[in-house]
């Protein structure tokens, strides 16, 4: 079997990148795959792909930005014709401006026009996105105007011939509101396979660490409130906060503006891009894991890799991460979102009692190595081979 | 006149479960399972009818059996559980569409033999 699949790939820093990464590296070595080819986005000028893995080609086939992104992406898949074509995508994909992002959202619909059966997996679902805060809604009216447009451009993603998502909530959501009956349940997976989890019960250095592209709806400031709170609660206790990633593609110049606004407050790291070689060190050196989000637009790729890393997990009380929780066995301390006292309250609760901090570590990295990506690319592949039998059967003999 | 006679036997693992089905009792299934598919069975029905609950962790185990069972040139029958907590995950997961599910332990074993 060949597969396309259209996604952001390192070195681009497009959101979804790293769960491309991982599960391209899984697909590519299933038996029953031939190919897989990637169609991604074109990298600024004097970067470049590495060479691909064996069984992967990679194809800059869109820009992030452009108008013509479907147009282009459908070209590119009759060119190297698949047998099925994936989308790795979330609203912002495409871009971060609303017209020609929306417009990108098309592209499943055209490729299956044009005759492949698509697969579409969508990160985040506009119901559930807090518009302004992802930096898609300058105001109210632009804001449901937005989301009226939302509705169509979902209408076209439910078009593909299934689509997936990583929440239960979000199939009882798009079969309740659109009706459709081909939306699938597809768990996120843990990235890779989990070392044994290392627990130090008293560390010399509580290194509280947030990891992700921020500036849109994941916001430092709170967090680093929570942390002048810390140091002045832990006079004798060396604390370092940890700013793991970059900006948002959405808010550019956002991290280096935090860095000029909390100058004064000693003990806090700025890591910049993390290369895949880091992450496992950025995360076991953590103590805590901190969510520092003000609403959510999907599920949330660094939980699974805190689980990874049996790390325990501070979060904000917000609806996706306690359906997450509850329905793949994570656990965590909660604050209120934009609250810094409780943020610091959340996170002495596990500092003041190493033994919760160590049980809820196990339990993430439990529930982390449940279900691993390379069995989550075997549950893409059922389906797509169902999808494909079920297409040959149509076939005139 | 010539008259041949064989005798067709196959041997099927009917696997019952009852309780929680979840990402702590999902390891125990999965390797009871693999340890029948490593000793060369190949044809399996998953008895889900009196699971109270499952969750994608069981699901996972259910995938990972039905890919190494068709790997091996036999299947996987499921007869489909009683509890609707327990038959949720198949409807979201929608491998009530992937896996042959069926209503009771007779039927799934004829549709074994019809593999």
Redesign the interface.
Known sequence: MRIAIVSTYPPSRGSLNEYAYYFVDHMRQK?EIDEVILLVDELPEGAAYPTPPEHVKIIPAWKFGALDNAMRIRRAVQEVNPDAVLFNVQFATFADTRVAGAVGLTAPALVKQAGYPVVVLLHNIMETVDLSKAGFGANVIMERVTRTAGDMFTRAILSAD?VAVTI?KY??ILEAKYGATNV????HGSFQDAPPPQFDPNPSVLRIMAFGKFGTYKRVEVMIEAFKLLREQLPGTTLELVIAGTDSPNAAGYLESMKQTYADVPGIVYTGYVAEEDVARIFTEATIVVFPYNSTTGSSGVLHQAGNYARPAVLPDLGDFAELIR???YTGEFFVPENAASLAEAIRRYWDNPEKRQADSMQNY??SV??PIS?VV??YL??IE?LLEARAAKQPS | MEIQISERVIRVQVVTLSGRFDAFSAPDVRQQTQTLLAAGEKYFVLNLRDLAFMDSAAMAVLVSLLKGARTAGGGVTLVKPKDENALRILLLTKFDRVFKMVEDVDTAMREVINV
């Open positions: 038996p299934l239960p199939v009882e699938i349940l597809a768990p329905e793949e066995g439990l529930s449940g279900i069995e075997d549950w059922l389906h169902r």
